[in-house]
């Protein structure tokens, strides 16, 4: 298999029990391969609820799927032998959102560096696990002078955030999942976040899940963008033709709302309100009845993902006529 990571029909159902109430579809069918070579930056972007976190816990292994599956080079991951876990668990990396949360507060960060060396016995010598803790610290731009010694708690948020990025980057890794990690931080420190996992991708070949609230960084950054609106992926594509050109009314609202002064604002309050934290069960296009060109149909059955062009797809009725036929997994346009 030329993936290194695949998610064959990929659902998440959360609640349910016995009388089958509250059920809450947070991922709903997710079909995506990530490629060995030249992987790209793909963002995944949404509000609260739309399953894009549940989607990255999906892709870490932390949670597994309802349904379908998700493939570490062409492996179940459900089924992975010991050591073939252990490389999964080395080569697909998360960087958290808050790192000062992954941080134990009594240990320096000679330590939150050293863990992964000891545990995956990456270095066969004191020497040898220092070297890579400085040479990855340099990668992210950090000085080993300015960081070795000290308690998280003496370093700034950035320096804390590219101490994950340094952290995830000594175990090597094909897959990176990086979950909103510029939204804790403030303007000046994302540029220097988003530029080394930017430099991630493109010096060292690693594929990076982007998992974002905002579209402007995601425009920034990526090269491929999944839309997730309760749970479905509503829109995806190669980055600029989604900005650019949105397909899906749920996208056109979202691309139309980022000009505002606030960036808080992107995503309106009157949006976040109406969130559910994901899908009920009811059929049909999740969207329709926020949507302005709600048809008959649209509330009977789900629609597909229609591809438009080469480079895109849109879940929605309004491209019926005009597809190029439906896309089975999400990367087939990318
Ligand atoms: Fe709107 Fe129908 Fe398209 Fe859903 S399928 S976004 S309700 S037009």
Redesign the pocket.
């Known amino acids: 298999t030329d993936n290194v990571l695949e998610l064959k029909n990929v659902s998440k159902v959360f609640g349910g029990g016995l009388l089958r109430r509250n059920i809450t579809v947070a991922v709903d069918d997710v079909s995506l391969g990530i490629p060995r070579e030249n992987p790209g930056i793909i963002a995944v972007a949404g509000e609260s609820g739309s399953g894009k976190t549940t989607l990255a816990r999906l892709m870490l292994g932390i949670i597994p799927p309802t349904e379908g599956a998700i493939y570490f080079n062409g492996h179940d991951i459900a089924s992975l032998g010991r050591s073939d876990k252990r490389e999964f668990r080395r080569e697909v990396q998360p960087i958290m959102q808050d790192p000062f949360e992954v941080y134990n507060p009594f240990y320096k960060v000679d330590h939150v560096m050293m863990a992964p060396v000891t545990n995956f016995g990456l270095a066969r010598s004191k020497s040898e696990a220092r070297d890579l803790v400085v040479e990855s610290l340099e990668t992210v731009g950090l000085r080993h002078q300015e960081t070795l010694g000290r308690f998280p708690h003496q370093l700034s948020g950035g320096q804390r955030q590219r101490i994950m990025v340094a952290r995830a980057l000594l175990l090597k890794p094909r897959v990176i999942v990086a979950d909103e990690p510029v939204s804790m931080v403030d303007a000046s420190l994302r540029a220097t976040i988003l530029g080394s996992i930017d430099l991630l991708n493109k010096e060292l070949g690693i594929a990076v899940i982007y998992i974002t609230h905002d579209l402007t960084t995601a425009f920034q950054i990526s090269d491929n963008i999944i839309v997730m609106y309760q749970g479905s992926v ?1 829109e995806t594509g190669r980055v600029e033709d989604v900005i650019q050109a949105p397909q ?3 996208t056109q609202l979202l691309v139309e709302s980022i000009p505002r002064p606030d960036p808080s604002e992107r995503w309106g309050s009157d949006m976040a309100s109406q969130e559910t934290g994901g899908a009920s069960t009811e059929v ?12 008959a ?3 009977e059955e ?2 597909p993902l229609y591809r438009i062009g080469d480079t895109q797809a ?6 019926r006529d005009s597809s190029l036929g439906n896309v089975q997994s999400i990367s087939d346009v990318f």
């Not at 049909?284 to 048809?295: D, E, H």
């Not at 849109?314 to 491209?319: E, K, M, S, T, V």
């Open positions: 509503v899906h009314p749920y049909g296009c999740r969207f329709a009845p926020r949507c302005p060109y709600a048809m149909e649209c509330t789900m629609p849109a879940l929605c009725y309004l491209h």
